[in-house]
Every structure is written in C-alpha cells, then in structure tokens.
C-alpha cells in the first residue's frame, strides 16, 4: 500500500515490473531513466548476484500531480524473472501499488508467460492482493520488432486469450528496445495506481 509521509505532504506510490527472465523488464525501466533523466533526483539502483544478473531492483521517481492535497511520488521496481528467484520476487511485491506486466512475445516464450502470471497471483495472494479483483495492472506485449526479424512472435490475439482474458487490463504492444510505447505503458500504470488509491482516500 502506498506509503504516506504527513510531514512532506507526499504519496510514494509503488509500481513493479513484472514478468518471465529477459523478458525486458530492465531495459523498460532504463529507457524510462534515460528518457526522462532530467525530472529524477536520484540514480537508478541495480544490484545483481555473482551472475551478474539484476537481482533486487531498479527504482525511478516520478511526480505526478496530487491526491488529496499529497504530491505523488512514484517509484518502479523490477523483480528478477527466473524462477529461482521467487523469494526476491515475493518480497519485492511487498507494498505494491500497481503492476506493469511484461509479456515476452516470442512463440518460445508462450509457456513462461503464463507461469509467470500465474506465479504473479500467487505472490500477490501472499499478502492478501487479488489480482482479479480491481487492481491496478497494465499489459505490455514487448519485443513485437522482432517479427521483422523472422523471429517467430506470438500474435495479439494469443497473447490476450493467455494472459489477459480474464484480466481484461489495457495493453501495449511495445519495444523496450526502440521504446516503443514503453513511455505509454508507464504513464497508464502510473494513472490506474493513482485512481485506485484515491478511491481508497476517498
């Protein structure tokens, strides 16, 4: 839940990338950090294991207008995809406000997709968050440049039936690479989280 400081008058609200391992959960975010460089205070935090790996998160702030009198302060975090590291994960989700979930679009991909929404649910069931129950979470279907690849890409309508038909979250078709509407992408999440917690203000 977001965290309220009374004394600066601010909401820091927590949004978490989600998704299989090199889906592009941390090229989202240092896209994000370059592109808007110039309106964040701090450095981008990464902290990797003996493989190199990111491992915990990177954060950004964004500021984004007021809920009730409080300026909003966003931070993103991303959570490592293997599943060996499911106890980062969970504890990472500790908090969190809104999801953006990345969904790698190579066919190869299909299967760790869904386990990896599933394992989603369960994580966030952990700390009594309903998934399906209204909260805050935007779909982004990344590496859609590679078909001009010849990589072999899920479509969108496989996509939507395995991840999202019963969520029915909005969604982007997107390159973390290029930045193709990973701009977007946060700005929705960031917009969603925010309606989510001032009816809860309210």
């Known amino acids: 839940m977001a965290v309220i400081n009374i004394r600066k008058k601010e909401v820091q609200v927590k949004i978490v990338y989600v998704g299989p391992g090199r889906g592009g959960k941390t090229t989202n975010l240092e896209y994000l950090f370059g592109a808007v460089r110039h309106r964040i205070q701090s450095d981008m935090v990464s902290i990797k294991t003996h493989g190199d790996r990111t491992l915990f998160f990177d954060f950004l702030p964004f500021d984004l207008g007021q809920i009730q009198g409080y300026m909003v302060k966003t931070q993103l975090y991303t959570v490592p995809g293997q599943v060996k590291y499911n106890a980062t994960r969970k504890l990472v989700l500790k908090g969190v406000d809104g999801v953006v979930f990345v969904?790698?679009?190579?066919?190869?991909?299909?299967?760790?997709?869904?386990?990896?929404?599933?394992?989603?649910?369960?994580?966030?069931?952990?700390?009594?968050?309903?998934?399906?129950?209204?909260?805050?979470?935007?779909?982004?279907?990344?590496?859609?440049?590679?078909?001009?690849?010849?990589?072999?890409?899920?479509?969108?309508?496989?996509?939507?039936?395995?991840?999202?038909?019963?969520?029915?979250?909005?969604?982007?078709?997107?390159?973390?690479?290029?930045?193709?509407?990973?701009?977007?992408?946060?700005?929705?999440?960031?917009?969603?989280?925010v309606v989510s917690l001032q009816d809860h203000f309210t």
């Open 103 to 193: 969904a790698d679009s190579m066919e190869v991909m299909r299967d760790k997709n869904i386990a990896s929404l599933e394992n989603l649910k369960e994580n966030l069931a952990f700390y009594d968050l309903d998934l399906y129950n209204k909260f805050p979470i935007v779909m982004q279907y990344n590496k859609r440049d590679l078909a001009e690849q010849g990589v072999p890409i899920l479509t969108i309508e496989t996509l939507e039936q395995d991840l999202n038909s019963k969520l029915k979250a909005p969604y982007f078709e997107a390159s973390a690479l290029s930045g193709h509407n990973v701009i977007a992408t946060v700005k929705k999440a960031i917009t969603m989280t």
